[in-house]
Nanobody, 127 residues
Framework: QVQLVESGGGLVQAGGSLSLSCAAS????????MAWFRQAPGKEREFVATITKSGSSSRYADSVKGRFTISRDNSKNTVYLQMNSLSSEDTAVYYCAARWGADSSDYYTRPYQYQYWGQGTQVTVSS
């Protein structure tokens, strides 16, 4: 089992940048696929980015591709989300998620595919 705690959210102007972190407690962090999701008011939770166990590969939602970067440091049990060129459409609560599973060539982009979730961190982009 793993516990996830996000940090780094806040208020930023449009065009600015923000970096989120998600610290995991528990053992074997490197055995988890990690992802970021977000949820805006009145909308469903949506996929943002995911990264493989080793950090060698990642996948992004089309809406953030080229602007956001997901990374992880397994020695620090932490996954990151660097967000650049932010717009008001990026305003949401951002959630970190972890999936325990066997090695796979698939990318996991659905909320139900992740067993563990953080409490979320608010990101607000002012226009």
């Amino acid at each position: 089992q793993v516990q996830l705690v996000e940090s780094g959210g806040g208020l930023v102007q449009a065009g600015g940048s923000l970096s989120l972190s998600c610290a995991a407690s528990g053992r074997a962090f490197s055995n988890y696929y990690m992802a970021w999701f977000r949820q805006a008011p009145g909308k469903e939770r949506e996929f943002v980015a995911t990264i493989t166990k080793s950090g060698s590969s990642s996948r992004y939602a089309d809406s953030v591709k080229g602007r956001f970067t997901i990374s992880r440091d397994n020695s620090k049990n932490t996954v990151y989300l660097q967000m650049n060129s932010l717009s008001s459409e990026d305003t949401a609560v951002y959630y970190c998620a972890a999936r325990w599973g066997a090695d796979s060539s698939d990318y996991y982009t659905r909320p139900y595919q992740y067993q563990y979730w953080g409490q979320g961190t608010q990101v607000t982009v002012s226009s």
